[in-house]
C-alpha cells in the first residue's frame, strides 16, 4: 500500500490524527510523526525523512503542513500526494503585527513554564475550536490532555520553530502532486481566506472547508475531515 505521513502541528501528537489514522489504515501504510526535540522547521522536517519510505503522501495540520512544505523544498520527487490542513505558508512578519505574534506565544510559552502545560492549554484552546464547542468536555478534556503531554521545554522548542519560520510561497507553484488544501471555515488562526488564497497557488489543488470548526478540525468534525482526506488519497 501507499505510505502516508501525518503530521502534527504544535504540541499536538497522534490523538490530532486519531480518527483519520483509523480509516486511513485500511488503504494506506500509517506514519505519524513526532519531531522529538527539534527546534527549526527544517530540522522537523528532516526528522521526518530519517524515517521515511522512497515515495510518500503527506498531510499536514497546522505547523504540520509547514513542515511538508519543507520536505516538498527538500525531496519534491519523492511526495506523491500533499494535504495541508489550518496551515500557513507566510514568513514571520515584521512590524507591529510580527511583535504581537511573538508576544502572545512568548506568553504561552512562559504560562507553560510557570503553571504547566495544561493550565497553558485550557487558555490557549479557547480560541482554537468554533464557540459553539467550547462546552463540549469531551472534546476539550482530550485537546487539553494532548497538550498536556508536551513538556514546555519540546513547547518553546517549537513556538521558537514558528517564529523562525520560513517563507514557502516559492514553493506553492511548484508543487505538481494532487493536493487537498482544507480548513475550518472558522480557523480564527489560519483563515479561510489564507487556505483559499493557497489552493488558487498551487496546481492541480482542491480546497474544501468544515463547516462549524475551528482551527482544531480533525479533532472537532472527525467524520468530515477524513472523508475529504479518504476522497483525497484515493484519488492518487
Known sequence: MTHLLLLPGLACDAAVWHHQSRRLAEIATIQIADYGASDSIRKMAESVLLRAPTRFALAGHSMGGRVAFEI????PDRVTGLALLDTAYRPF???DHGARERAERMRLVDLARAQGM??????WVRNMVHPSRLSDRSLMDSIIEMFGRKTPEIFARQ???LLERPDATPILATIRCPTLV???REDSWSTYATHKDIAARIPQ???VAIENAGHMAP???PERVTAALVDWFSRL
Open 205 to 207: 489543488s482542491r480546497f
Open 182 to 184: 482544507l480548513c475550518g
Open 219 to 221: 479533532m472537532e468534525r
Open 118 to 123: 495544561k493550565v497553558m492549554a485550557s487558555d
Open 72 to 75: 516538498v523544498r527538500l525531496v
Open 159 to 161: 513556538i521558537k520553530a
Open 93 to 95: 512578519a515584521g512590524g
